[in-house]
């Protein structure tokens, strides 16, 4: 059978061989031709049956060709014998048919030796599994050839019905047919009768030749459809290649719509002259690049265009939600943002004494981001904080120390002139500028971002060896000095590393022994650990905080977490397992990962690092409201000198934001719903008032989550033929997801009791995956790649076959020297300008 490529009946009978790219014997297509030539061809046969479409063929047999009238009977007969199928059953049917063998019974087949052909579909042809790996609307088309030991001579016919129509249960599965070819001779040929008929059926699947065969009026344009097959075919001598060697179908096609233009001339002499198909080609071009930032020359003009593109589409944003994968990806990306609100939101409380901290963080990303969600151009858009953010706040507060100006008002003033100067920008088209935005520019912001990520959860995994230290001094005759008691009188500072007695270590001053008070009840000595603490004691000794093992398997998680998630994302393509379960397993790759290394920190019971989360709701600092009042803590004159900071934090804003934002309408994403630049820079303008009156951070679209949420949400063919790789269909736009994540994050207060049992090396790993997953995404590491690559081990990438090798060099060696600066400044100071420079 054939379908994309062919498949062939093992010997047994049992099983179908995977599909491969057939190889054809050059003579058969000649002989194919000439039978085309000679034999019957019928165009747009009028028929319903199988039985009425064998009498018409029969009889118009050209008379060199025809039978003699008493063996017309004969091959009526056999033509309209039921065919024995090779239909693949279910593990269960197959269990029964073994138990029914075993019992001496004998299992049903599909029909019986000498059965007549059912006009009415088979029970085990509507039941085939095979039906669902086909397209909506695929018809069949028959190929019938053999020998027999009745004819002299060669019985061919083409038949091309007017209409589909359904034959019974001469087809594998019960889908109608338009195609028909016989070829019956003579027992000299059997061989030559058979790559005839693979001939023939190579060329019915082939997508130009199947135009050829629809359009065609009579038969030359048959023949000028083998002709124009033949000019594209590849010959292998026969001494360099092995014919029984099966060709495994290959990564990627050529294109149609080249193969189409090459013969569109021919077709418009040898077709009927409906061409319109042939001519109609898709186009794959996204047009953010043209239409939407092409300039209206009216104040606001891109945002009131932005919003009528986007309001068709408002109510299926939701509705389009509605999906198993969706569930995936909320949890994916929900655990992603909580931990990066930790994160940054610890870093700002160490930067501003606590004035914005964890809890403003977890708020304000539930805040920002749920809004942004339900109004921005693009949803799929994470609002989340960024570095130069960071560095601009820690600058801020430092400066508002120096100055003794209140920090949080000052702020104030600065996010409202930012949002005011965002907001001319979205009045004056400003955003059209992204189109100036090269795969230069774009791929080392990205670049850069995935690297941060990469960086950022190794260097915390490198904090949490350092806070609990793999002891390598250990010696096994210095057991006898360690030491840890409980003090219940007074707490004394005890060393957190293991060591002997007398020594220092953390900086700590040395552990004074104090005599313990004995209880009448039990001695402090006797105490453990917890009974110590819950009796308001203190631990004393060298040995106290000292826990065995944890960084060694904070990094067996984060390791394995990393390994796990990639793993379990590529399960997709692997061979094991139906495909619907590999596509279930690859969309919650991330989840089952951090489930399976949560069980095993469970199972093993160290006291690892775990996910904290605020479980009050109340400022971090306790001298500041949730409200910042514009006057009152600073001069009059702070509110106008805010202008020129907030310049900075504008350029700072559009940059990231817009970046961000072409980086995600890549065409490569084949988003069918548009973009909304304009759009998404007035909802971070007006967002940006709202955190700096209620003290939150600032926000603005996050390149590595937000690439992320895309990945979860790719849309592949669930109809891909055998050998066929999935197409991938777009991304599953909506704005359900990214709404349900904000929000779970605001609720994560109340959640702190689940999502304590989370171990922060195995959220790391996450993020460790996600720096990797997004820098794998971009041609940049392709063409590092190919630096340390000698140019015949180099894949067969397009641009080498146009750019000389040497200009890839340079272009990537340019870009690997603006990420190394781009890497230094935002190592200092001076990363506040850092998206400037991008």
Not at 283 to 304: D, I, K, Q
Not at 499 to 528: D, F, I, N, Y
Request: hydrophobic share 45%.
């Amino acid at each position: 059978r054939w379908i994309k490529f062919e498949e062939k009946v093992e010997d047994g009978g049992e099983r179908w061989s995977s599909p491969h790219v057939p190889a054809l014997h050059l003579h058969s297509l000649f002989e194919l031709k000439m039978c085309l030539q000679k034999g019957t061809v019928l165009l747009d046969l009028d028929a319903h049956s199988f039985k009425e479409i064998i009498d018409k063929v029969l009889s118009g047999q050209p008379e060199e060709w025809a039978p003699q009238p008493k063996l017309q009977e004969r091959l009526a007969a056999l033509l309209l014998s039921q065919p024995q199928h090779r239909v693949i059953r279910t593990p269960l049917r197959a269990l029964a048919d073994f138990g029914l063998s075993l019992c001496g019974g004998k299992a049903k087949t599909c029909a019986e030796p000498g059965a007549q052909l059912s006009e009415t579909p088979l029970k085990e042809q509507m039941r085939n599994r095979f039906e669902k790996k086909l397209l909506p609307g695929t018809e069949v088309a028959t190929v019938m050839v053999g020998e027999v030991d009745f004819l002299k001579k060669p019985f061919p016919a083409f038949v091309r019905l007017r209409e589909v129509v359904a034959l019974g249960s001469l087809t594998e599965v019960a889908l109608p047919s338009r195609f028909l070819f016989i070829l019956l001779g003579p027992q000299v040929k059997a061989k030559a009768y058979h790559e005839i008929g693979r001939a023939m059926a190579t060329l019915l699947t082939d997508e130009v030749f199947q135009r050829v065969a629809q359009q065609a009026e009579h038969r030359e344009g048959l023949i000028a459809g083998i002709d124009e097959f033949l000019d594209e075919v590849t010959v292998l001598p026969p001494g360099k290649w092995d014919l029984s060697t099966r060709i495994p179908p290959p990564s990627c096609l050529p294109s149609l719509n080249k193969r189409i233009s090459m013969h569109l001339p021919e077709w418009k002499s040898h077709c009927n002259g409906n061409t319109a198909a042939a001519e109609d080609r898709p186009s794959s071009a996204h047009p953010y690049s043209s239409e939407e930032l092409e300039r209206t020359g009216r104040l606001f003009g891109g945002l009131l265009q932005d919003i009528r593109r986007k309001v068709p589409w408002y109510s299926s944003d939701f509705s389009d939600a509605l999906h198993i994968q969706c569930l995936s990806a909320v949890l994916y990306i929900y655990l992603a943002t909580i931990t990066n609100a930790i994160t940054f939101g610890g870093m700002l409380g160490d930067a501003t004494d606590n004035m914005q901290g964890v809890l403003e963080s977890f708020l304000g990303t539930a805040f920002a981001g749920s809004i942004f969600c339900l109004f921005s151009g693009q949803p799929l858009t994470i609002l989340s904080s960024t570095g130069p953010v960071l560095v601009f706040e820690r600058l801020l507060f430092s400066f508002s120390n120096d100055y003794r100006l209140d920090y949080l008002e000052f702020r104030l003033w600065i996010g409202l002139w930012a949002a005011f100067f965002g907001l001319v920008l979205v009045a004056t088209e400003a955003s059209h500028l992204v189109r100036y935005f090269t795969r230069f520019t774009e791929e080392g912001f990205c670049a850069l971002i995935s690297l941060i990520f990469i960086y950022d959860s190794l260097k915390k995994m490198l904090s949490l060896a350092e806070a609990f230290p793999i002891n390598w001094q250990y010696q096994v005759d210095d057991v006898t000095l360690y030491s840890c008691t409980c003090n219940l009188s007074s707490p004394v500072p005890s060393l957190c590393l293991l060591a002997p007695v007398g020594t220092k270590t953390c900086g700590q001053p040395e552990a004074v022994l104090l005599v313990p008070w004995q209880s009448q009840e039990q001695a402090p000595a006797r105490l453990s650990r917890a009974q110590c603490l819950g009796q308001g004691g203190h631990l004393l000794g060298t040995s106290c905080q000292y826990v065995p093992d944890v960084a060694l398997l904070s990094f067996l998680l984060f390791g394995g977490t990393f390994l796990c998630c990639t793993m379990l994302k590529r399960f997709k393509s692997s061979r094991y397992f139906p495909t619907g379960l590999r596509k279930l397993v690859s969309d919650f790759s991330t989840i089952l990962a951090i489930l399976i290394f949560c069980a095993i920190d469970v199972a093993l019971g160290l006291e690892t690092p775990k996910l904290l989360v605020p479980s009050e709701l109340k400022p971090t600092n306790p001298a500041r409201g949730w409200i910042v009042f514009p006057f009152g803590a600073n001069p009059w004159w702070v509110c106008l000198a805010s202008m020129v900071p907030a310049i900075l934090v504008t350029i700072l804003i559009f940059m990231d934001q817009q970046i961000t934002a072409v980086i995600l309408n890549r065409r490569e994403y084949k988003l069918q719903k548009g973009a909304g630049f304009h759009l998404d820079l007035l909802c971070v303008s007006l967002l940006m008032i709202i955190t700096s009156a209620m003290g939150l951070p600032w926000y603005v679209s996050a390149t590595v989550i937000s690439l992320a949420h895309m990945e979860s949400l790719r849309k592949e063919s669930t109809t891909s033929a055998p050998g066929e790789q999935p197409e991938f269909l777009g991304i599953r736009e909506q704005r359900l997801t990214g709404l349900v994540v904000f929000i779970l994050t605001g609720v994560s207060v109340f959640m702190a009791p689940i999502l304590k049992y989370i171990p922060m090396p195995v959220l790391y790993g996450v993020f460790l995956h996600m720096g990797v997953a997004a820098l794998n995404s971009i041609q940049f590491t392709d063409r590092v790649q190919l630096l340390l690559m000698p140019a015949k081990h180099q894949p067969d990438h397009l641009y080498l076959r146009h750019v000389p090798l040497r200009r890839v060099h340079l272009f990537t060696c340019i870009q690997l020297l603006c990420l190394a600066v781009l890497w230094v400044i935002k190592s200092t100071v001076a990363a506040i300008i850092f998206p400037v420079m991008v």
